[in-house]
């Protein structure tokens, strides 16, 4: 039976000449890309894991370092600006991982720059802020993430709403546009507790003077002193600073209070829910104060976890996923914010808490799969990897 590509062909004008040619040149050309040289170009741009060198570090004197890392071969996976990466780290016997944005330029091929802010018993940050030096080796996945600009429908007007270190995707992406001159025009409101803390705030200063296509707000929220504006990113200080904000695709990157607040003011502005583009940035630390958290509850309690037959101590405030790394047990991972999936495992029995952020499939939640990464227990349970 001949397929539909064939049926239609034959019904138009020159249709049967077409296909005798076709059938001509399947028989004389022979040049035909093999399935392993496809592999190869596709492990080439999308590999499982790229070796990394730590180059240079660069000390913000802000609470955060810079970091660049090279690789060993030379070659470094091309990525859109706005794109993360997840680095491994083996921490005390601990084999964990953790997703930064990268704020380097896609066009800027001879490293991944990461920025790397400090947080108050962080576990990987405190590690690299304080243990990590220069010739130290990791590993990567290689670039992933959907929070970049989407030529095809987005807007070449963008409203950046970034909040403490969520700053840094939007340094790439401003790296690329002003850098490369591209036809875009750009405003960004950047929340910082105070200026003294503010991440690359000299730096997006000096962009905004020599670039008339791009506009830069710090609002700090810690600092009456302050002479520029203050208070949170609400739809009044969107309005008044960019009143234009319609004609705009916002782009929302930060800790996740500020995420929410701010999806929500521009969707009470009127602005539909395509035009807002959000990078979900994990979940937050605290998350027994989150909405929905079981009232009943504290945090500090330790659950049975049970896995093909063998039983593990698992803390209410611990995701599955880091107890999970903390007993060695090895589960695939990328984003660490419930958005790739990869971290899926089936709950067998018990109760779990989802996060805030978790892009659930339908069928993952017919047959019992939730993210480690944003599923907490609370009761005994059982799940298979």
């Given at each position: 039976?001949?397929?539909?590509?064939?049926?239609?062909?034959?019904?138009?004008?020159?249709?049967?000449?077409?296909?005798?040619?076709?059938?001509?040149?399947?028989?004389?050309?022979?040049?035909?890309?093999?399935?392993?040289?496809?592999?190869?170009?596709?492990?080439?741009?999308?590999?499982?894991?790229?070796k990394l060198v730590l180059?240079?570090?660069?000390?913000?004197?802000?609470?955060?370092?810079?970091?660049?890392?090279?690789?060993?071969?030379?070659?470094?996976?091309?990525?859109?600006?706005?794109?993360?990466?997840?680095?491994?780290?083996?921490?005390?016997?601990?084999?964990?991982?953790?997703?930064?944005?990268?704020?380097?330029?896609?066009?800027?091929?001879?490293?991944?720059?990461?920025?790397?802010?400090?947080?108050?018993?962080?576990?990987?940050?405190?590690?690299?802020?304080?243990?990590?030096?220069?010739?130290?080796?990791?590993?990567?996945?290689?670039?992933?993430?959907?929070?970049?600009?989407?030529?095809?429908f987005h807007k070449k007007?963008?409203?950046?709403?970034?909040?403490?270190?969520?700053?840094t995707p939007f340094i790439?992406?401003?790296?690329?546009?002003?850098?490369?001159?591209?036809?875009?025009?750009?405003?960004?409101?950047?929340?910082?507790?105070?200026?003294?803390?503010?991440?690359?705030?000299?730096?997006?200063?000096?962009?905004?003077?020599?670039?008339?296509?791009?506009?830069?707000?710090?609002?700090?929220?810690?600092?009456?002193?302050?002479?520029?504006?203050?208070?949170?990113?609400?739809?009044?200080?969107?309005?008044?600073?960019?009143?234009?904000?319609?004609?705009?695709?916002?782009?929302?990157?930060?800790?996740?209070?500020?995420?929410?607040?701010?999806?929500?003011?521009?969707?009470?502005?009127?602005?539909?829910?395509?035009?807002?583009?959000?990078?979900?940035?994990?979940?937050?630390?605290?998350?027994?104060?989150?909405?929905?958290?079981?009232?009943?509850?504290?945090?500090?309690?330790?659950?049975?976890?049970?896995?093909?037959?063998?039983?593990?101590?698992?803390?209410?405030?611990?995701?599955?996923?880091?107890?999970?790394?903390?007993?060695?047990?090895?589960?695939?991972?990328?984003?660490?914010?419930?958005?790739?999936?990869?971290?899926?495992?089936?709950?067998?029995?018990?109760?779990?808490?989802?996060?805030?952020?978790?892009?659930?499939?339908?069928?993952?939640?017919?047959?019992?799969?939730?993210?480690?990464?944003?599923?907490?227990?609370?009761?005994?349970?059982?799940?298979?990897?």
């Open positions: 039976m001949a397929d539909i590509k064939t049926t239609l062909l034959s019904t138009l004008e020159n249709g049967k000449e077409t296909l005798n040619n076709i059938k001509t040149l399947r028989r004389l050309n022979r040049d035909i890309i093999s399935t392993e040289c496809v592999h190869k170009a596709s492990d080439r741009l999308h590999p499982k894991g790229i180059n240079e570090i660069i000390d913000t004197k802000k609470e955060a370092k810079i970091f660049r890392f090279t690789s060993p071969t030379g070659y470094l996976p091309p990525f859109e600006a706005g794109q993360y990466i997840n680095i491994f780290i083996n921490i005390d016997g601990v084999l964990t991982s953790r997703p930064y944005s990268l704020s380097s330029s896609p066009k800027e091929r001879a490293y991944y720059e990461i920025t790397v802010a400090g947080i108050k018993d962080g576990f990987v940050s405190t590690y690299l802020l304080n243990e990590a030096k220069v010739g130290d080796e990791f590993v990567c996945n290689g670039p992933n993430g959907v929070f970049h600009y989407q030529p095809v007007k963008s409203l950046f709403l970034a909040g403490g270190s969520g700053i790439s992406m401003l790296r690329e546009i002003l850098e490369s001159r591209m036809d875009r025009d750009i405003v960004m409101l950047y929340g910082a507790r105070n200026e003294k803390i503010a991440l690359y705030h000299e730096y997006l200063k000096s962009l905004s003077e020599k670039f008339s296509n791009f506009k830069y707000y710090l609002v700090v929220s810690n600092d009456d002193s302050y002479n520029g504006p203050k208070g949170f990113i609400d739809k009044k200080l969107i309005t008044s600073l960019v009143p234009d904000y319609m004609e705009r695709t916002s782009y929302i990157c930060g800790p996740q209070i500020m995420n929410d607040f701010c999806y929500n003011e521009l969707i009470r502005l009127g602005l539909p829910i395509k035009q807002v583009r959000r990078e979900m940035f994990g979940t937050r630390r605290d998350i027994c104060n989150e909405e929905g958290w079981p009232s009943g509850i504290k945090g500090d309690e330790v659950f049975k976890l049970t896995i093909n037959g063998k039983s593990y101590a698992a803390k209410a405030s611990e995701s599955l996923l880091t107890t999970l790394e903390r007993h060695g047990i090895r589960v695939n991972v990328c984003c660490r914010s419930g958005e790739c999936s990869l971290c899926r495992v089936k709950l067998v029995s018990g109760n779990v808490y989802l996060a805030k952020g978790a892009l659930m499939r339908a069928c993952d939640s017919k047959y019992g799969y939730i993210h480690s990464c944003k599923a907490y227990p609370i009761s005994d349970l059982e799940i298979k990897l």
